[in-house]
């Protein structure tokens, strides 16, 4: 049983940047893929970003050109970093794991972003 564990939010300012990351008690590279999600007030959870065991990664379109997802060498640590955040960016992010069948996902870490 994979554990996820996602840290880096907090507060932020519109325009401003923050990295957050999701460590991962096995090896990222005994998923399929890892991803980003987010959850917004008042809405349904929503895809941001994933990053397969090989090829490319790919982005909603909402945080493509802002959005960066990434692992370190290690295959420990999924990161992603957020720039020109904005207040529509305000949300608890999640990490998301996925082998097989089977999706491992944190508990989440609030992001706000507000002056």
């Known amino acids: 049983q994979e554990q996820l564990a996602e840290s880096g939010g907090g507060l932020v300012q519109p325009g401003g940047s923050l990295r957050l990351s999701c460590a991962v008690s096995?090896?990222?590279?005994?998923?399929?893929?890892m991803a980003w999600y987010r959850q917004r007030p008042g809405k349904q959870r929503e895809w941001l970003a994933t990053?397969?065991?090989?090829?490319?990664?790919y982005y909603a379109d909402s945080v493509k050109g802002r959005f960066t997802i990434s692992r370190d060498t290690a295959g420990t640590t999924l990161y992603l970093q957020m720039n020109s955040l904005n207040t529509d960016d305000t949300a608890i992010y999640y990490c998301?794991?996925?082998?097989?069948?089977?999706?491992?996902w944190g508990q989440g870490t609030q992001v706000t972003v507000s002056s």
């Open positions: 990053k397969p065991l090989t090829g490319s990664s």
């Open positions: 998301n794991g996925k082998r097989s069948d089977t999706e491992y």
């Open positions: 096995g090896s990222i590279f005994s998923m399929n893929a």
